[in-house]
């Protein structure tokens, strides 16, 4: 249609249902009903994602990497585990060096890899 959508108009654009803040991604991770009033996968095949940042802090690391890894229940990645302490530091690091942009899933995965190895296997 040759339409321009902005990646975050509501219910159709690429990221409308993205966070980047860790305290909605926690809230999420809790009760979605909270942040999504209706089942945004279901309805619209756009489940709820985040963007790690600065702001994701470990809930929105464990986040990422529960939805990328298909990891739910008891199989989920806790935001306690030591590597995703050690990705968040990783993640700050480049934000106190001015980093502006979201750390890419390239980037996750590499980190992933190196500190959550037996989830990669």
């Not at 966070?19 to 009033?37: L, P, Q, V």
């Not at 986040?63 to 935001?79: M, R, S």
Request: proline share 4%.
């Amino acid at each position: 249609m040759g339409v321009d959508i902005p990646n975050n108009y509501p219910f159709v654009g690429r990221d409308f249902n993205v966070t980047r803040a860790g305290i909605h991604a926690d809230g999420c991770i809790k009760n979605e009903e909270i942040y999504n009033i209706f089942d945004t996968t279901k309805i619209l095949n756009k489940p709820y994602g985040v963007a790690v940042t600065d702001k994701s802090g470990v809930a929105g690391i464990a986040l990422w990497y529960n939805q990328y890894l298909g990891l739910e229940g008891e199989k989920a990645i806790d935001k306690k585990h030591p590597g995703v302490a050690e990705i968040y530091k990783w993640v700050m690091e480049q934000y106190d060096q001015k980093r502006t942009t979201a750390i890419s899933p390239e980037e996750l995965i590499e980190l992933g890899k190196k500190h959550l190895g037996d989830y990669f296997k």
